[in-house]
């Protein structure tokens, strides 16, 4: 059972929900004008605020509090959405309005009035509240705040800023005249706000509705007196005749009713044989513009308009133009000359057409030449093996030594032709991943014993660590990985003149297993960084005169890397080494 008792403040707020009541009806019954049914719902929900607020106040205990400061909820959390709604409207962002975009700006509202009412099971709104006096007859709801409140409170202040910043773009935008209307508005809505933070200083009673009222007068005084949303005198020509673009303007009967300068300049007509002529007319040789588009509302699409040897292209936009009931009068029609975009656009596909046939072209070539190439190098290198055999004879000193200088520079060969042959085959997307399990362990192992000769022949520390962390048994394509892992640590120990060269082979993450090596070489300029894994592309242009190499290498590995879905990045410094590390997914051997 609920109980009342009489307060002062009581009749403040009934006074309060009386205007907006009177407002809500007032403005109801001027539903046409364009804003009025938002700014309607906006005094309905000042309504319910002031009125459950009042009925609070009378409250004489608890229970009775409680309940009225739940059916306040219905104002507190619509307001901010009718406020927004209005500012749209006023701000002439009316086509943003859709069913679907309404109801999503009212999921929030639904789902708060429902934790309201609930707030007994879950206390997400108001973990705990009492009363509070704040003289000797009048007691006030002490509440305190939960989670879902201030996802309420934060929604809300987004959605009064919007309206701010809408209302502001309307005030830059309208001419002087009319800022006064624009004016008031926006006083409509920082009153409450300026309000709300007064009224936090006196005894947390909430004055917020007595300032949403003055926010409807003001509202409906702007739209009223001041005849808010009515076009001013000229506004239409003033606007079209100072646009670069031909702008139309068609009745429902695709006759032209006023065309600007522009559009006079681009048909090369006088504005008498274009306005009052049906478009057919006026558009001779292109009727079929307009027959396609003559129903079409709110559309943006690119035409070309003339003869063959004359051929513009044009972006052409339609909107609607409708009266202060919604009604479609005609369509608004303005076609931007993108003439010199298509032609920037057409050079440029030419340009990227050319470029991609020169690489495949390339591509083509290298995989050939390379191709050819290794046939020729086993027979050399083959026959240098036999050579060197006792069924052929002895071999001087010399002679060794030149067998063995064939083999060496056959090897070499080969090495740069198989890689030219990877270069083409991944950058035409020939190559395929032969995915199995692996032993990352054996991989490491492998190409230490492979590459401490090398190492060991510049006197450079080779070191090999693998973290434990890391699953014994992994999936990918351990053939390519070794490839890459080879590539990095070679590359390092011929640019090491001192100092070590390391291998790591690590967890990065859950997800994710890294491969990193280390030198205490030369370093790589920072804007040498990503030109690197460029092909045929070094630090230092002789690097190749020096130790050698295609300059593929580092090429291979990034193609590789991002073939496995997975990421290499550098860390160099001149003078400071250099570390280079791949980051791969991590995929282990499912148990059996």
């Given at each position: 059972?609920?109980?009342?008792?009489?307060t002062p403040?009581?009749?403040?707020?009934?006074?309060s929900?009386?205007?907006?009541?009177?407002?809500?009806?007032?403005?109801?019954?001027?539903?046409?004008?364009?804003?009025?049914?938002?700014?309607?719902?906006?005094?309905?929900?000042?309504?319910?605020?002031?009125?459950?607020?009042?009925?609070?106040?009378?409250?004489?205990?608890l229970?009775?509090?409680?309940?009225w400061?739940?059916?306040q909820?219905?104002?507190?959390?619509?307001?901010?959405?009718?406020?927004?709604?209005?500012?749209?409207?006023?701000?002439?962002?009316?086509?943003?309005?859709?069913?679907?975009?309404?109801?999503?700006?009212?999921?929030?509202?639904?789902?708060?009035?429902?934790?309201?009412?609930?707030n007994?099971?879950h206390?997400?709104?108001?973990?705990?509240?009492?009363?509070?006096?704040?003289?000797?007859?009048?007691?006030?709801?002490?509440?305190e705040?939960?989670?879902?409140?201030?996802?309420?409170?934060?929604?809300?202040?987004?959605?009064?800023?919007?309206?701010?910043?809408?209302?502001?773009?309307?005030?830059i935008?309208?001419?002087?005249?009319?800022?006064?209307?624009?004016?008031?508005?926006?006083?409509?809505?920082?009153?409450?706000?300026?309000?709300?933070?007064?009224?936090?200083?006196?005894?947390?009673?909430?004055?917020?509705?007595?300032?949403?009222?003055?926010?409807?007068?003001?509202f409906?005084?702007?739209?009223?007196?001041h005849?808010?949303?009515?076009?001013?005198?000229?506004?239409?020509?003033?606007?079209?005749e100072?646009?670069?673009?031909?702008?139309?303007?068609?009745?429902?009967?695709?006759?032209?009713?006023?065309?600007?300068?522009?559009?006079?300049?681009?048909?090369?007509?006088?504005?008498?044989?274009?306005?009052?002529?049906?478009s057919?007319?006026v558009?001779?040789?292109?009727?079929?513009?307009?027959?396609?588009?003559?129903?079409?509302?709110n559309?943006?699409?690119?035409?070309t308009?003339?003869?063959?040897?004359?051929?513009?292209?044009?972006?052409?936009?339609?909107?609607?133009?409708?009266?202060?009931?919604?009604?479609?009068?005609?369509?608004?029609?303005?076609l931007?000359?993108?003439?010199d975009?298509?032609?920037a656009?057409?050079a440029?596909?030419?340009?990227?057409?050319?470029?991609?046939?020169?690489?495949?072209?390339?591509?083509?070539?290298?995989?050939?030449?390379?191709?050819?190439?290794?046939?020729?190098?086993?027979?050399?290198?083959?026959?240098?093996?036999?050579?060197?055999?006792?069924?052929?004879?002895?071999?001087?000193?010399?002679?060794?030594k030149?067998?063995?200088?064939?083999?060496?520079?056959?090897?070499?060969?080969?090495?740069?032709?198989?890689?030219?042959?990877?270069?083409?085959?991944?950058?035409?997307?020939?190559?395929?991943?032969?995915?199995?399990?692996?032993?990352?362990?054996?991989?490491?192992?492998?190409?230490?014993?492979?590459?401490?000769?090398l190492?060991?022949?510049?006197?450079?520390?080779?070191?090999?660590?693998?973290?434990?962390?890391?699953?014994?048994?992994?999936?990918?394509?351990?053939?390519?990985?070794?490839?890459?892992?080879?590539?990095?640590?070679?590359?390092?120990?011929?640019?090491?003149?001192?100092?070590?060269?390391?291998?790591?082979?690590?967890?990065?993450?859950?997800?994710?297993?890294?491969?990193?090596?280390?030198?205490?070489?030369?370093?790589?300029?920072?804007?040498?960084?990503?030109?690197?894994?460029?092909?045929?592309?070094?630090?230092?242009?002789?690097?190749?005169?020096?130790?050698?190499?295609?300059?593929?290498?580092?090429?291979i590995?990034?193609?590789?890397?991002?073939?496995?879905?997975?990421e290499?990045?550098?860390?160099?410094?001149?003078?400071?080494?250099?570390?280079?590390?791949?980051?791969l997914?991590?995929e282990?051997?499912?148990?059996?």
């Amino acid at each position: 059972m609920q109980s009342f008792q009489y307060t002062p403040y009581a009749s403040l707020l009934a006074l309060s929900a009386l205007i907006a009541a009177v407002l809500a009806v007032y403005i109801w019954d001027r539903r046409g004008a364009t804003g009025a049914k938002s700014a309607a719902a906006l005094m309905v929900a000042v309504f319910v605020w002031s009125a459950g607020y009042m009925l609070e106040f009378m409250g004489a205990d608890l229970e009775t509090k409680l309940f009225w400061a739940k059916i306040q909820y219905f104002g507190i959390a619509t307001l901010p959405v009718a406020l927004f709604l209005f500012s749209l409207d006023f701000s002439g962002y009316k086509l943003w309005r859709t069913t679907p975009k309404l109801a999503f700006l009212l999921i929030i509202p639904i789902l708060t009035v429902i934790l309201v009412f609930s707030n007994e099971l879950h206390r997400l709104i108001w973990p705990a509240w009492s009363l509070k006096f704040i003289d000797a007859r009048t007691s006030i709801l002490n509440l305190e705040h939960g989670p879902a409140f201030w996802v309420n409170f934060i929604y809300a202040f987004i959605l009064l800023t919007a309206s701010t910043v809408l209302i502001i773009q309307a005030l830059i935008r309208r001419p002087k005249i009319y800022r006064g209307q624009t004016i008031s508005i926006l006083v409509g809505i920082a009153f409450p706000w300026i309000i709300n933070a007064v009224s936090n200083l006196i005894y947390h009673i909430d004055l917020t509705p007595f300032a949403l009222t003055i926010t409807g007068l003001a509202f409906a005084w702007s739209i009223y007196k001041h005849h808010l949303f009515e076009s001013p005198p000229n506004a239409f020509e003033t606007i079209i005749e100072s646009m670069n673009d031909p702008v139309f303007i068609l009745d429902m009967r695709n006759m032209i009713i006023n065309a600007n300068s522009a559009a006079q300049l681009m048909l090369n007509l006088p504005i008498n044989e274009i306005i009052g002529h049906h478009s057919s007319e006026v558009f001779v040789g292109q009727t079929d513009i307009f027959d396609v588009y003559q129903h079409a509302l709110n559309i943006r699409e690119e035409i070309t308009i003339g003869p063959e040897s004359q051929k513009r292209h044009y972006e052409i936009s339609i909107s609607p133009l409708t009266d202060r009931l919604d009604k479609i009068l005609g369509r608004a029609i303005i076609l931007h000359d993108i003439s010199d975009r298509k032609k920037a656009e057409n050079a440029m596909a030419i340009s990227r057409d050319q470029a991609l046939e020169s690489s495949r072209v390339k591509s083509e070539f290298l995989a050939r030449v390379s191709h050819e190439l290794r046939t020729p190098l086993g027979v050399i290198r083959g026959y240098a093996d036999l050579l060197s055999e006792p069924a052929y004879g002895a071999l001087s000193e010399l002679q060794n030594k030149a067998v063995s200088e064939i083999i060496d520079s056959t090897d070499r060969i080969s090495g740069m032709v198989g890689e030219l042959l990877d270069e083409a085959r991944l950058a035409a997307g020939a190559v395929q991943l032969e995915i199995e399990p692996f032993n990352p362990a054996e991989i490491l192992e492998d190409i230490k014993q492979k590459l401490s000769v090398l190492a060991d022949q510049k006197k450079l520390e080779l070191n090999a660590e693998l973290d434990p962390d890391l699953p014994a048994q992994l999936v990918g394509d351990p053939t390519r990985i070794h490839q890459m892992v080879t590539n990095l640590t070679s590359n390092s120990i011929k640019f090491t003149r001192k100092g070590e060269v390391g291998i790591h082979f690590y967890l990065h993450d859950t997800n994710q297993w890294a491969l990193e090596v280390n030198d205490t070489g030369p370093g790589i300029p920072e804007e040498a960084h990503e030109s690197i894994f460029e092909p045929f592309r070094q630090a230092d242009s002789s690097i190749p005169r020096i130790f050698g190499g295609t300059g593929l290498g580092l090429s291979i590995v990034k193609h590789l890397t991002n073939l496995m879905g997975g990421e290499i990045t550098v860390k160099s410094e001149v003078g400071n080494g250099s570390t280079f590390t791949i980051i791969l997914p991590l995929e282990t051997v499912e148990p059996e």
